[in-house]
C-alpha cells in the first residue's frame, strides 16, 4: 500500500492461535478469566470464532446474556476494586482481576484490514474494530473498521457498520454511520482503515465509504469478536444451530510512513 509498510499479516494457518499476537479473551478485567475466554477453531486455513450452545454468557453483571468470543491485541487496568480499565462500557465497572499492561500490538496510525463472512442470524454481530488503551481515561476512542449486524442483512444488501465513537475521550467527536452496501455479506469480503493524523478513511473491497476527518493521536489495539445477544421479547425462536460462527481468513496491519 503506498504511505504504509506491512508488520503485522495474521493469515490464521493454525494449527493453534499465536498468543504473540493475540489474548483469546473479551475485556477479562470486568468479568473472569473463564467467562471471557473466546471459543474458536481452525478449519480450511480460517479462523472459527463460535458461539456454543454452553457458553456462558460473558459479563452477566453488566452486560445480561450477552454471550461473545474475542480476540484483542492488548490488555491494560489497574488494581482490583479500581475504575482504570480499558473500554469502560458501564461506568459503574470495577476492575475484577489486575493490574494488566499487556501491549502485543498497539499501533499509532496505519492502514488495518481484515476478510471475513458475517451472517443473517438476526441474534449476531460480528466486527472488527479498534480501541485506546485506556492507560488513561481519555486515550479511550473507538475506531470501528465494521461491524455487522444479522438484523442488518438482507438477500444482496447489507448495512456496514463504520467510524469512530469517542467514549471517554473528549477530544473526539461521535462520527458514525451504518453504510448500506450491495453485497452479500455472507461471503467473504475485505474491510479496511487509513488511519492518519489527518483522517480517517474506510473501505470495503478496497473501496471507499466514508471518511471520518478527525486525529486520534495514541495507542490502538484490534478488537475481532463475535457477540450473541439474547433474543427480544416477542420476536422468533432464536436459531437452535450451533455453533454460530465468525469466519475470518486475515487480519493486516500497515505502518504508516508519514
Same mark, same amino acid.
Given at each position: ?5 506491512? =508488520?503485522?499479516?495474521?493469515?490464521? @494457518?493454525?494449527? $493453534? ?5 493475540? +489474548? #483469546? ?19 480450511? $486455513?480460517?479462523?472459527?470464532? +463460535? ?9 452477566? =453483571? +453488566? ?10 491485541? $492488548?490488555?491494560?487496568?489497574? /488494581? ?12 459503574? /465497572? ?18 488495518? *484490514? ?20 485506556? @492507560? /488513561?481515561? *481519555?486515550?479511550?476512542? =473507538? ?26 475521550? #473528549? ?12 453485497? @452479500? ?8 482503515? *487509513? ?32 457477540? =450473541? ?15 454460530k460462527r465468525f469466519v475470518v481468513g486475515h487480519v493486516r496491519g500497515y505502518r504508516f510512513l508519514g
Open positions: 500500500m503506498p504511505g504504509f509498510a506491512l =508488520e503485522f499479516d495474521e493469515s490464521f @494457518d493454525g494449527p $493453534g492461535l499465536d498468543e504473540r499476537r493475540w +489474548l #483469546p479473551y473479551y475485556l477479562p478485567h470486568w468479568s473472569t478469566w473463564e467467562r471471557a475466554a473466546a471459543r474458536y477453531s481452525f478449519e480450511g $486455513g480460517r479462523l472459527h470464532l +463460535l458461539i456454543e450452545a454452553d457458553q456462558p454468557p460473558w459479563c452477566p =453483571e +453488566l452486560d445480561g446474556e450477552l454471550r461473545v468470543s474475542s480476540l484483542q491485541t $492488548g490488555l491494560v487496568a489497574g /488494581a482490583p476494586g479500581s475504575r482504570a480499565g480499558q473500554h469502560q462500557f458501564d461506568p459503574p /465497572a470495577t476492575v475484577r482481576n489486575g493490574p494488566h499492561d499487556i501491549r502485543l500490538y498497539t499501533p499509532t496510525y496505519g492502514r488495518f *484490514e481484515a476478510r471475513f463472512t458475517a451472517s443473517a442470524d438476526p441474534r449476531l454481530m460480528v466486527a472488527f474494530w479498534m480501541i485506546g488503551l485506556g @492507560d /488513561a481515561p *481519555e486515550r479511550s476512542a =473507538e475506531i470501528c473498521v465494521g461491524e455487522i449486524f444479522g438484523t442488518d442483512v438482507a438477500s444482496g444488501t447489507a448495512a456496514v457498520g463504520v467510524g469512530v465513537h469517542p467514549h471517554q475521550d #473528549p477530544a473526539v467527536v461521535d462520527d458514525f454511520e451504518r453504510v448500506r452496501l450491495p453485497i @452479500d455479506v455472507r461471503d467473504v469480503h475485505d474491510y479496511a482503515a *487509513e488511519w492518519t493524523p489527518s483522517r480517517i478513511a474506510f473501505f470495503v473491497d478496497g473501496q471507499p465509504v466514508k471518511v471520518v476527518e478527525q486525529d486520534i493521536a495514541y495507542p490502538m489495539q484490534l478488537m475481532l469478536g463475535i457477540y =450473541e445477544f439474547p433474543a427480544a421479547p416477542g420476536a422468533e425462536p432464536p436459531s437452535d444451530v450451533y455453533p
